[in-house]
């Protein structure tokens, strides 16, 4: 299980106080969602229980889940985990690690990484979506990221990045989902025990990003 990084604790940390995440509103839950919801979330087992726990005791009684490792990051604008890209290289060079040809897969890992390319995982997600939104009839689309995530971890992406990517998905689920209501919540993983869900506004955050970003830049340049 991977530990938060000491800039992404700083950056939630001045998040929470600046109140752009916001303590999950059990009354926001029944009166929004009705008290149900299409979760888009990461796969991670390890942090699965809390939510569930979490969302329930907030009045989340009925909800059809679309899990994948790095949840909802693929859905955003030119992420990184949009398609398997060197996934793909890294399962073949494995397949065929024992093998007397494993070491041309090795050779191709770079054309290999640009065939992981055309596998795209956000359509792919984006026809779970849809498919679930039909089967449960359901209006809220729930975007769930959380922090340290194994995969925003693979991609090198801190928490700003997949904020800005979670943002980015929830634009994009609107237009192609226009009478759908997309709620934004991020799971915190403090590494010290607690645990906390919170609920953000796409347009405060960006605002809040924007406002703060040289500060962010000075944070990580020291780090
Ligand atoms: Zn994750």
């Not at 991977?2 to 995440?21: Q, S």
């Amino acid at each position: 299980m991977g530990k938060i990084t000491v800039f992404d604790t700083a950056v939630l940390e001045k998040a929470v106080a600046d109140r752009v995440l916001e303590t999950v509103d059990r009354e926001k839950i029944q009166t929004e969602a009705n008290g149900e919801g299409l979760l888009v979330g990461c796969a991670d087992g390890d942090q699965r229980g809390d939510t569930e726990d979490h969302l329930k005791s907030k009045g989340l009684h009925r909800r059809h889940e679309v899990l994948s490792n790095g949840g909802a990051l693929s859905l955003g604008p030119k992420s990184p985990a949009r398609s398997l890209n060197r996934m793909l290289s890294e399962f073949v060079i494995h397949m065929t690690k024992e093998t007397w040809y494993g070491w041309i897969a090795r050779l191709l890992s770079g054309v290999i990484t640009m065939i992981g390319c055309l596998f795209r995982l956000d359509l792919v997600q984006l026809i779970q979506i849809h498919k679930g939104l039909e089967l449960k009839r359901m209006g809220v689309i729930i975007l769930m990221p959380h922090v340290p995530c194994g995969v925003a971890a693979y991609y090198n992406l801190d928490v700003i990045d997949q904020l800005r990517l979670i943002i980015g998905a929830k634009r994009r689920l609107k237009k192609i989902f226009p009478d759908k209501r997309i709620m934004l919540l991020i799971h915190v993983d403090w590494s010290n025990g607690d645990r906390r869900t919170y609920r953000f506004s796409a347009a405060a955050m960006e605002a809040w990003i924007s406002t703060n970003h040289s500060l962010f830049t000075t944070l990580k340049a020291r780090l």
